[in-house]
């Protein structure tokens, strides 16, 4: 962060201090949370109506809008506030995308206000005028930075960008399809198309040559979908590096109910490190379970292969987070990817795995 920009925060923290207090927050001196690794300040500490604590963290971006890529950071540093009974909060300068705030705020279990919240809650009052005056005084220093990346369509991009915007965005039409297949396994077939779709949709630009149902050597074991990575796709290409894979393989598993252990140990034997096809993302209709969770760790940890599990809500969450992202075009294109919600998935199965 530049000198200027690092003035503009400041005067950001100083102005959401005054905010809070506003709102009819009591503000207290600030706390120091002792974490195993490291001392946490937050930027401010208040005290509610029900006695409830409120750590808060402010977050100046120069762009009027808060990136999912940059969300997903912030969202991290406030959830270390959190503890029982207590509110961790997010305060951004630039407006969150709604689908974007939902999706932080159930991962981190955090509260997010941004702009619209700012400007919303301080409504004639002094401090709306001062916050407007801080927003406004940003763009006429050419503080909002004009962004070099162009946008990637996907490469199925005629489905995803139309010409012609149609009545309902593309990933709402398929969080429809999905919904409407029926559970169990005389409806695999089905559900199985539609994953293909989503998969398209969402990663359409980055993973290719989709085979489905393609047969091993011994004749007798069959993976659901695999994709070749595009080389130049910065989360994908990561992917298969650090797992060292040449093939990404999708497993739909159309259950009533939750995926098991069991299930994982079939995945696991289709899986192979040798022939460079160690990654699995396991899409289900349901969260899970938790021992199934217990036996891809033990799979990662004993023989390296990573299988990571999707449910309807990730799915849908996903495809959301893809139509607001095409629905802003270029400028903001890779930093709203729904790769985001992949990365911080895979990290949360690493991180708590048991050595």
Request: glycine share 6%.
């Amino acid at each position: 962060m530049t000198t200027v920009q690092q003035r503009f925060a400041l005067r950001f923290e100083l102005l959401v201090r005054q905010f809070v207090a506003h709102l009819g927050y009591e503000l207290l001196d600030h706390d120091v949370l002792v974490s195993a690794n490291a001392v946490l300040q937050p930027d401010f500490l208040a005290k509610g109506p029900r006695d409830q604590t409120l750590r808060g963290e402010a977050k100046w971006t120069h762009r009027p809008d808060v990136r999912l890529k940059l969300l997903r950071d912030w969202s991290a540093v406030a959830a270390r506030y959190r503890r029982d009974g207590d509110h961790a909060l997010l305060v951004a300068s630039g407006f969150v995308e709604s689908v974007r705030r939902e999706w932080a705020e159930n991962e981190f279990h955090i509260q997010i206000w941004d702009r619209s919240f700012i400007l919303s809650k301080s409504a004639g009052s002094v401090l709306h005028e001062e916050f407007e005056a801080l927003f406004a005084e940003a763009g006429s220093l050419n503080a909002i930075a004009t962004d070099p990346v162009e946008a990637i369509v996907p490469e199925e991009g005629n489905d995803a960008v139309p010409d012609d915007a149609p009545p309902q965005a593309r990933g709402e039409q398929l969080i429809a399809r999905l919904s409407a297949v029926e559970h169990g396994a005389e409806h695999a077939s089905e559900y199985e198309l539609v994953c293909e779709e989503i998969v398209d949709y969402l990663f359409g630009g980055a993973l290719l040559d989709a085979r489905r149902h393609p047969r091993l050597d011994d004749r007798l074991s069959i993976l659901d979908i695999v994709y070749r990575v595009k080389s130049q796709d910065q989360f994908w290409s990561a992917l298969a590096r650090d797992f060292r894979a040449r093939v990404i393989v999708f497993e739909c598993k159309n259950y009533a109910g939750p995926v098991g252990p069991m299930e994982v140990f079939t995945t696991e034997r289709y899986m192979s490190t040798v022939a460079l096809r160690s990654v699995c993302f396991v899409l289900s209709r349901t969260a899970a379970h938790s021992h199934a969770i217990i036996a891809a760790q033990g799979a990662m940890r004993e023989t390296g292969k990573l299988i990571i599990f999707l449910h309807d809500g990730d799915m849908t969450m996903m495809l959301r987070l893809r139509d607001a992202q095409i629905a802003e075009g270029n400028g903001s294109w890779l930093e709203n990817d729904p790769t985001e919600v992949l990365d911080q998935k895979i990290y949360e199965f690493l991180a708590t795995m048991p050595r």
